[in-house]
């Protein structure tokens, strides 16, 4: 079994920061991929930022220049630090990676609340 717990969430205001961390626990071979996404109120979920298992990383171009994806592969951990928030990155945030366990398959975390509101 394998688990995703999300933390870090909560209301900010506009320009301000939060920092989101996805820890993966459980009988862990190798994580791959870590990915964040987001879903906000009546929109399909989207992908945010991507990050690789060596470190190269990807943003959508909304959060380009704001958001910085990281991972730290000791504590099995995923980061998303958001700079200069706006009232459009009010969402659920989501982490999901790629781990092997017996075998490689997509796990997905519970969501943690972003408000962006003054």
């Known amino acids: 079994q394998v688990q995703l717990v999300e933390s870090g969430g909560g209301l900010v205001q506009p320009g301000g920061s939060l920092r989101l961390s996805c820890a993966a626990s459980?009988?862990?071979?190798?994580?791959?991929?870590m990915r964040w996404y987001r879903q906000a109120p009546g929109k399909e979920r989207e992908l945010v930022a991507s990050i690789l298992s060596g470190g190269s990383t990807s943003y959508t171009e909304s959060v380009k220049g704001r958001f910085t994806i990281s991972r730290d592969n000791i504590k099995n951990t995923v980061y998303l630090q958001m700079n200069s928030l706006k009232a459009d990155d009010t969402a659920v945030y989501y982490c999901?990676?790629?781990?092997?366990?017996?075998?490689?398959?997509?796990?997905w975390g519970q969501g943690t609340q972003v408000t962006v509101s003054s």
């Open positions: 999901k990676a790629v781990i092997r366990t017996t075998t490689w398959g997509d796990y």
């Open positions: 459980g009988s862990i071979v190798s994580i791959g991929t």
